[in-house]
């Protein structure tokens, strides 16, 4: 496939302009020419094929033809609500969620957490969504929410959602269950776990307490394993 | 749960001894003191609690315990052989299938692929099986075998194997079928994919060309995804 880059403009009629990062990814990493064929994508389900026909300082102008929607959004969601992990964790668990078709990453501020859902994280785990999107060819983007606390999440589920928290010694996941769920909400915490206080809250909600195998998984890859096999 | 170490030889009666690596870890990471408790285990499936009681310059000795076998060993066991990502994603990628249990990892060497399997690679990575078994709680090393080439690894598929190959626009990956079996072998390809001989060399070998969803994923997410739905 061709490489592709993200336009969070609509183009106006056959015209559109990178910006900012996308720009300097295809002028100086790619170097494209006048005339280079790209493909572009909103992060709302669209993509055109597009051509290069001005290379500016920081703006790159192309023309692009007839907007495709490759695959109508997606009928089920699955909301992945973490702990967020140290480092370099956050940057891949976003990539793996987005490759895997999670709709949502919601940061989930925990007792025992350790890394904070700022805006500035926030922001970060954005680009690595734009940046997985651009390689695995995913035109929806995946949504990363502000930080919620446990209290806010559970007080707002929505009806019908198939909720469930990652805990060792729960119940074996119930795929099944998992696949013929529409809406599905997976709370995975932090390395040292949940709080009893905090999974009695999750009882109280209606959430099933799934464990994920015999082993102690990191958190990146509790929410992985649950993307797999949603 | 106190920290994890790996032992290569059989403790002598009651007595243990970590060296290299995991005797560094301990005492110059961890600055464990004579009397501190840790657990040992063998990578075969037993594990030791044990106390240190003397400190060495490279060496730890430690007085050990009653076994336990925490877990029978599985009787189900997945084979992933995949042509090996570059850098930091081959480390990745195997702290996440140590983690999911996966049995047998066998780097393949594919006519795409970007990285080699030397013996110099083998070994950082059953250094990272080791590291994701102290953290994870697993007893029994996941297997890393030498690179092997396609035809090699064909002809060699043991009787009663599910075998399946990953490639886009394959089948959806029938996970009732994928659950049932107890001798799973999944080919994970390179970035650029298998090539048209090397698919038509898997079908002639009865492979199932699976597709694990509508993006492209990168080599470890297919190796992982497939792991996380056995």
Chains 1, 2 share one sequence.
């Not at 302009?17 to 005339?35: F, M, P, Q, S, Y």
């Not at 909720?163 to 040292?192: F, M, Q, W």
Request: proline residues 4%; glycine residues 10%.
């Amino acid at each position: 496939m061709s490489e592709r880059f993200f336009i969070d403009t609509l183009p106006l009629g056959n015209q559109a302009v990178l910006k900012g990062d996308e720009a300097r990814h295809l002028t100086r990493v790619l170097r494209a020419k006048i005339g280079d064929a790209v493909r572009l994508f909103n992060g709302r389900g669209s993509e055109w094929p597009a051509q290069v026909v001005q290379i500016g300082r920081d703006t790159v102008s192309l023309e692009i033809g007839t907007a495709c929607v490759d695959r109508p959004s997606d009928s089920r969601l699955l909301t992945v609500a973490a702990a967020l992990p140290k480092g370099d964790r956050q940057k891949w668990m976003v990539e793996k969620l987005t490759e895997l078709g999670v709709g949502r990453l919601i940061p989930l501020a925990t007792t025992r957490g350790v890394a904070e859902a700022t805006a500035g994280a926030q922001a970060r785990l954005e680009r690595g969504v734009i940046e997985a999107c651009k390689q695995c060819g995913r035109n929806t983007l995946m949504e990363v929410a502000a930080g919620h606390t446990l209290d806010q999440l559970l007080a707002a589920i929505p009806a019908g959602t198939y909720g469930l928290i990652a805990h060792p010694g729960g119940s074996p996941l119930n795929t099944g269950a998992l696949r013929a769920a529409t809406a599905v909400l997976a709370l995975v915490g932090p390395e040292g776990g949940f709080t009893d206080d905090e999974l009695v809250a999750a009882d109280r909600s209606g959430l099933v307490r799934v464990s994920l195998g015999p082993h102690i998984l990191r958190v990146e890859t509790a929410a992985i394993s649950l993307a797999a096999q949603f």
